[in-house]
């Protein structure tokens, strides 16, 4: 089975500080995302990853910034963390398939829960 | 502007019950759409329907798409407390590349 592994379940940070949100993947997917998910909003994509040292911006990524260095570990990062950016974050990866990039079957961490105080 | 929406918001039901999910769309050169379970925090895949009025089924749960009407529906019969989740619809797109777009999703209560 596919393991996204997200290395903390909850984080408690203070404002204006620097958030690294780290996640690892062990089946060689080329993709990789980052959404957070609020009560109502659903999940929104911050980044994506089609392969390493790429990134793509996703719908909300204002105040956040991606680094892949390897290909199994794709790492949000919040520059200077605020109260509005209190979130469960969602790391996930998927095999592109045949000749498109696609996003189908994305297997998903269990979730960061950040709290900016 | 594309968008997932999904009704009901929650709904509560008794074990045994027989509960519909809704998930219309609006999307440019839709390509797909999947249901994913959550439960605590981690979403699990459930169906990917591309064609319109097929039925894909796995055990008492089951969904179609109808590609004419923009919606889908996820059917799940004789509910069990381990059912108790929420449901989520992601719509894929040829526009999109890698990306999906998710409804709000729908919390589902099974209460024994």
């Known amino acids: 089975d596919v393991k996204v592994t997200q290395s903390s379940r909850y984080l408690v940070k203070r404002t204006g500080e620097k958030v690294f949100l780290e996640c690892v993947q062990d089946m060689d997917h080329e993709n990789m995302f980052w959404y957070r998910q609020d009560p109502g909003l659903g999940l929104r994509l911050i980044y994506f990853?089609?392969?390493?040292?790429?990134?793509e911006k996703g719908d909300i990524p204002e105040g956040y910034s991606v680094s892949r260095e390897k290909k199994e570990r794709f790492s949000l990062i919040l520059e200077s963390a605020s109260t509005n950016q209190t979130s469960m974050y969602l790391c996930?990866?998927?095999?592109?398939?045949?000749?498109?990039?696609?996003?189908?079957?994305?297997?998903f961490g269990s979730g960061t829960q950040l709290s900016v105080l | 502007e594309d968008k997932v929406v999904q009704s009901p918001l929650s709904l509560v039901v008794h074990e045994g019950d027989t509960v519909t999910l809704n998930c219309s769309y609006e999307v440019t050169n839709f390509r797909s759409l999947l249901w994913y379970k959550q439960e605590k925090k981690a979403p699990t895949f459930l169906f990917m329907l591309t064609s319109s009025g097929i039925e894909k089924k796995s055990g008492r749960l089951s969904s179609i798409l109808d590609k004419k009407e923009l919606f889908s529906i996820l059917n799940i019969t004789a509910t069990q407390t381990g059912d108790s989740a929420v449901y989520l619809c992601a719509v894929g797109s040829m526009e999109y590349g890698n990306k999906l777009v998710f409804g709000a999703g729908t919390i589902l209560r099974v209460k024994s």
């Open positions: 996930a990866s998927s095999r592109p398939q045949g000749g498109y990039t696609t996003n189908e079957k994305l297997f």
């Open positions: 990853s089609y392969d390493v040292k790429m990134k």
